[in-house]
């Protein structure tokens, strides 16, 4: 063979190594990149981003997180949210120490909440979100914002908002069932079904969940179950493309939902788990549909055009028993209805450098009241009520890169209110002090945002934000009080956010420092001279904490996780029933949670999860003496639970568990007195079968 022949060929087969070299490098940088954490895209402030260019302390939730902890309902999820307390059966639960209803709760007929929760743009009624856990079957993601979002939110997020959104139709077929089966009598089935119903222009998605649980808790005295659970769910949405700039989508649902007493009696403040002795079966149900209807039009590569307008019905009754005796019979029935309405007009920017929404807000908000006292066969007091709350806001944020690697947040919002609110009281043999009430109010508002973001490296982002949080006032609705005016409440929270990828993304970690003061705070308490619960703007406190996260993709096969909150309230100035609780922190805020969890995936598919949850101890409440002193701090106790799930696939057939408090920790969630309490659940377990066609 010649020179030159040799040389060709030498060069040739160089060539070729070069090349297989190259392409297995590129492959092997691929394989690299795709070993990422997956990028999440957050909604519920109304501007599109990232979540780690986003410096509120949000917690977001995929459809694949769901199901890797095995997560039945809403209570799964915010147990093991940094910063987020929680109890069994969801009643009472709240972010950064602030409860759903607020301090003022007046029951599930008050408008005003702390917590504003949105499923597909609908406003959910208050009393939804203590009844029942909410499900999460068909769910795509839940954003849970801690921390005031009174600029975007408007009325009800002083202490934060869940934005909730069930998974969209697509054009491609496809049909899901499943079957669940678990301790305590509990359970379930559910379908969905999504298709094209005209090819291209509209597709449908009918999501429907029917689950049912006896529940731990024994009547002993009435020999039966005592909060027996019973919820059903039916959603339909269509997706409508009139045009290539146009998306129309329409949500329907309806929620019906059962629960008796999620209490046990106690001797001498030592729970008798799981007993309770009442002669009247407590019963809440709560029927509700929403709808809702959303338009995004395309302008050109930089506006859009949105516009939502949603309603929410909702119905609910109940039976109390009064006296919480076998002795005495004594009821109280309730009969409260609500309608929310709204109407969402905004326009959207977004270029490289730019990013903002602007809009106007519609709100119509009404609720009735028909609450009785029934002693024997004797109705001795029926009150009667109506509020009317009309609410009206323009709001706007502008996001902007003024230099490389520095952005500029601002946002406002002016929100102007109306409350009307009548009482009366058609039957009442004993003593009311406001007999009859015509009160009217009003208040306008500015919610300023001010912040700024600096990109540290790519993958490392600093900011610091202030804005004011609001709650409006109202007229206390709270049965056989003084039905007085109370004002709006303000928070005022500067806030130091933190957003680091590590590791070539396979490691992300989020923290959030926050100090925030609280001004004119709503807090109800009992008048001592006529012995009536009031609700007034009685007292000012500050909260100081930190919430970290963090979540590692170790191997393609496993993925952890780790949360930490430490939260620090404590009231500035409250006096209640004549007890001064200035320098106490607030009641049901636990002070430090903490989660941590692994999820593996072996090569034939099953899955095996597990979560270690941490909450800490709380004040529940506090004993006085005829003196008006202190003579006992009644505290919830501090809790580790562990919970395992598994799931294993079998083709278009998956088998799926879940054991939840492992180990059968007894704990008091809800200290209210010697006789009677609130406890945790016990261990429970479930198994499901899901098929997807």
């Given amino acids: 063979m010649s020179n030159f022949k040799k040389s060709t060929l030498a060069v040739a087969v160089a060539s070729g190594l070069m090349a297989a070299t190259s392409v297995l490098a590129a492959e092997e940088t691929k394989g690299e990149q795709a070993l990422q954490l997956k990028e999440v895209m957050i909604t519920g402030e109304k501007i599109q981003r990232s979540e780690e260019k986003t410096l509120s302390s949000v917690a977001v939730v995929t459809a694949d997180d769901m199901r890797s902890h095995g997560d039945q309902d809403l209570q799964g999820v915010l147990d093991r949210t940094p910063g987020v307390y929680a109890q069994s059966g969801n009643e009472n639960w709240g972010i950064r120490g602030i409860p759903v209803s607020g301090f003022d709760d007046q029951g599930p007929a008050a408008m005003n909440g702390a917590v504003s929760v949105y499923v597909d743009d609908a406003l959910q009624a208050n009393r939804l979100l203590t009844l029942n856990p909410m499900a999460l079957w068909d769910m795509e993601q839940v954003e849970i914002y801690r921390g005031a979002q009174s600029t975007t939110q408007g009325r009800n997020s002083l202490a934060g908002a869940i934005i909730m959104r069930s998974k969209d139709p697509t054009f491609d077929p496809a049909f899901s069932v499943r079957s669940n089966v678990g301790k305590y009598g509990e359970r379930g089935a559910s379908a969905m079904a999504n298709g094209s119903l005209i090819d291209g222009v509209v597709a449908g998605r009918l999501a429907v969940d029917y689950q049912t649980s006896d529940g731990y808790i024994e009547n002993d005295f009435l020999d039966m179950d005592a909060n027996q659970l019973r919820s059903s769910n039916i959603r339909g949405k269509f997706l409508i493309l009139p045009s290539d700039d146009m998306d129309v989508l329409l949500t329907f649902s ?4 059962r629960s008796g007493i999620n209490a046990v009696a106690a001797s001498d403040a030592r729970p008798d788990y799981y007993k309770l002795y009442e002669n009247t079966e407590t019963l809440h149900t709560l029927a509700q549909n929403t709808a809702t209807a959303k338009v995004d039009y395309r302008l050109d590569d930089f506006w859009t055009l949105t516009s939502v307008t949603s309603g929410t019905w909702s119905k609910y009754d109940s039976i109390l028993d009064f006296d919480r005796t076998t002795t005495v019979t004594q009821t109280a029935p309730r009969h409260n209805e609500q309608t929310l309405g709204s109407q969402e007009l905004r326009l959207g920017y977004a270029s490289d450098r730019v990013n903002g929404v602007m809009g106007v807000y519609l709100g119509r908000s009404k609720g009735e009241i028909d609450d009785k006292l029934v002693s024997g066969t004797t109705v001795a007091l029926n009150q009667k009520g109506e509020t009317k709350i009309d609410s009206h806001a323009v709001f706007g944020e502008l996001n902007w890169e003024f230099v490389d690697d520095w952005q500029l ?3 406002l919002r002016w929100d102007h209110e109306k409350n009307n609110t009548k009482i009366d009281y058609p039957v009442r043999l004993v003593a009311v002090p406001d007999p009859v009430v015509d009160k009217d109010l009003s208040s306008s508002v500015l919610l300023p945002k001010i912040g700024i973001s600096h990109d540290l490296t790519e993958n490392q982002v600093l900011g610091l934000t202030w804005q004011r949080g609001y709650r409006s006032g109202g007229v206390n609705i709270r ?6 005016t109370y004002d709006p409440e303000f928070t005022s929270t500067y806030e130091l956010a933190w957003r680091g990828n590590w590791l070539d993304r396979r490691l992300r970690t989020t923290a959030n ?5 609280w001004k004119d705070q709503q807090v109800s308490f009992r008048n001592i001279a006529d012995n009536t619960t009031q609700v007034s703007n009685a007292a000012d406190s500050r909260m100081i904490g930190l919430e970290f996260s963090a979540e590692y993709l170790v191997t393609s096969q496993l993925l952890v996780n780790a949360g930490f909150a430490y939260n620090d309230t404590q009231y500035k100035s409250f006096v209640r029933d004549g007890v001064d609780l200035s320098g106490y922190e607030f009641v049901n805020a636990p002070q430090k949670m903490a989660n941590v969890g692994a999820n593996y995936t072996f090569g034939n ?14 004040i529940s409440n506090f004993d006085t003496n005829s003196a008006r002193e202190i003579t006992k701090v009644r505290r919830n106790d501090s809790v580790t639970l562990v919970n395992l799930n598994a799931e294993y696939p079998i083709g278009d057939l998956t088998l799926s568990g879940y054991v939840h408090n492992l180990f059968d920790e007894k704990y008091i969630t809800n200290n209210q007195g010697d006789t009677l309490l609130d406890v945790g659940a016990p261990m429970t377990l479930g198994v499901a079968a899901r098929y997807d066609f």
């Fill in 254 to 257: 309806r929620t019906k939902q």
């Fill in 409 to 411: 947040i601002t946002g």
């Fill in 513 to 517: 420092l926050y100090h925030t003061t």
């Fill in 605 to 618: 598919g099953l899955m095996i999860g597990g979560d270690v949850i941490y909450q800490g101890q709380s």
């Fill in 479 to 484: 049965t056989r009080s003084r039905h007085d």
